[in-house]
């Protein structure tokens, strides 16, 4: 065998050690350390009060899970309001050659952009805005990471209160009574919201001392309390306990 070969097979055998040192380091995916794995990934500019932007969850996904062959909104309801941004909803999809094996994996999630739940600079272009948010939640979902991406957070506007400004506004409901039973809006923004966070929704309806067999006991006082509690969680002002974590259909 000439020098060269020599150098050749030792340059291979070092690169080999070196990959399989840095698979050794990588935890399994799913894990109790992947979380804080994943997170490490992201550089400082990829970061936003520590909630990872969209692009650094491209970035980051294609480096850990594999390519990313297909990334698009595959159903898009937009708002026909012609006075105003209105409402619109993405569901956006990506596909992963898994690991690069060149077996597919396909993730996908819906987000929603209202003027009550977006900042105005954003609002003005909801299709948009909630393409970016749904294909975060969607690399999210993928990566299996418990915080939200950076463009899914409202920095600037109270949701909770103008979610309840909202139902009191409708004619229907009538004079909004804090003892009367929670309104389907409040149990629709309850389940949303621990959907967007990963939180199963009967374990934190029930985390205090008072418990529930169903979520139509709730007072609409009480929901508006959680909801406080839920927008806390998203803006990271309060941690979510483990033992609420894990969304699952409930209704």
């Not at 000439?2 to 070196?18: A, G, H, K, M, P």
């Not at 139902?167 to 309104?183: A, C, H, N």
């Not at 169903?214 to 007072?219: D, G, M, V």
Request: proline fraction near 3%; charged fraction near 25%.
């Amino acid at each position: 065998m000439s020098s060269v070969d020599c150098l050749n097979e030792s340059v291979f055998e070092t690169e080999q050690e070196i990959i399989q040192e840095m698979q050794q380091d990588k935890p399994k995916y799913g894990s109790k350390e992947w979380h804080d794995y994943i997170l490490s990934k992201f550089d400082s500019s990829e970061l936003i009060d520590g909630n990872p932007t969209c692009a650094g969850l491209r970035r980051v996904a294609e480096d850990e899970l594999g390519d990313i062959l297909v990334s698009r909104p595959s159903q898009v309801f937009a708002s026909d309001d012609a006075n105003g941004p209105g409402r619109s909803t993405v569901v956006f999809e990506i596909v992963i050659d898994w690991m690069n094996s060149g077996q597919h994996r396909t993730y996908a999630d819906v987000a929603d952009v209202w003027h009550g739940n977006t900042d105005d600079l954003f609002c003005a272009h909801p299709t948009a805005t909630a393409s970016t948010r749904a294909e975060g939640r969607a690399l999210r979902k993928a990566l299996k990471i418990r915080c939200v991406a950076a463009e899914e957070l409202t920095r600037k506007k109270d949701v909770e209160s103008i979610v309840r400004q909202a139902i009191q506004s409708k004619p229907t409901t009538g004079e909004w009574r804090e003892e009367d039973q929670i309104s389907a809006a409040q149990i629709n923004f309850i389940d949303g919201k621990c959907k967007q966070l990963n939180i199963n929704v009967v374990s934190f309806i029930n985390q205090g001392e008072k418990k529930y067999n169903t979520i139509t006991e709730i007072t609409k006082k009480t929901a508006s309390k959680m909801l406080t509690v839920l927008n806390e969680y998203q803006n990271n002002s309060k941690s979510i306990p483990e033992s609420i974590s894990g969304y699952k259909p409930w209704r």
